[in-house]
């Protein structure tokens, strides 16, 4: 508990809900690996959009538009040690080839590339939700406004 009051102490935030802000704010907080700065978009797996649906993705993986939205808010609150561990993994990740290659929309925390999608036939999801999948195949698709979402979180 005193790990996380000191850590809030470290925002900027004094508006309205300072409650609730503080509250969203230890969820980014925990959703970004320590020694990495990767932001995970979810730490879940295989939840389903609807029960017992075959819409059952992986999202333990860094997005970069979303771990954008997520360094971008904790900036405007007042912290600034997970972005910054964000902004050298990310850079990182830029470094790992040429100019003539994009970024992924996505990487493992840990910055590997290939996110391989595996169906667990043999595993039943939330609710009776199949397949369960780990990996996530999106991981090779172009997207190509996750540099307008980087580049406006880290300015």
Same mark, same amino acid.
Request: hydrophobic share 35%; proline share 3%; charged share 25%.
């Given at each position: 508990?005193?790990?996380?009051?000191?850590?809030?102490?470290?925002?900027?935030?004094?508006?309205?809900?300072?409650?609730?802000?503080?509250?969203?704010?230890?969820?980014?907080?925990?959703?970004?690996?320590?020694?990495?700065?990767?932001?995970?978009?979810?730490?879940?797996? &295989?939840?389903?959009? +609807?029960?017992?649906?075959?819409?059952?993705? +992986?999202?333990?993986?860094?997005?970069?538009?979303?771990? &954008?939205?997520?360094?971008?808010?904790?900036?405007?609150?007042?912290?600034?040690?997970?972005?910054?561990?964000?902004?050298?993994?990310?850079?990182?990740?830029?470094?790992?080839?040429?100019?003539?290659?994009?970024?992924?929309?996505?990487?493992?925390? +840990?910055?590997?590339?290939?996110?391989?999608?595996?169906?667990?036939?043999?595993?039943?999801?939330?609710?009776?939700?199949?397949?369960?999948?780990?990996?996530?195949?999106?991981?090779?698709?172009?997207?190509? +406004?996750?540099?307008?979402?980087?580049?406006?979180?880290?300015?």
């Amino acid at each position: 508990m005193e790990y996380w009051r000191n850590w809030l102490s470290t925002g900027t935030y004094q508006g309205r809900w300072r409650e609730q802000v503080h509250r969203s704010a230890l969820v980014l907080k925990l959703l970004t690996h320590a020694d990495t700065g990767a932001v995970v978009a979810a730490p879940t797996t &295989s939840l389903p959009e +609807d029960f017992g649906g075959v819409r059952n993705w +992986d999202y333990r993986y860094t997005w970069i538009r979303d771990a &954008s939205f997520t360094i971008y808010a904790m900036m405007r609150i007042g912290f600034t040690e997970a972005p910054a561990a964000f902004v050298r993994w990310i850079e990182e990740r830029c470094k790992e080839f040429g100019q003539d290659t994009p970024l992924q929309i996505m990487y493992g925390i +840990d910055g590997r590339h290939e996110l391989e999608e595996i169906e667990l036939d043999h595993f039943e999801g939330y609710l009776g939700s199949k397949p369960v999948r780990i990996g996530n195949g999106a991981y090779n698709q172009l997207q190509l +406004d996750i540099y307008g979402e980087l580049m406006d979180s880290v300015y």
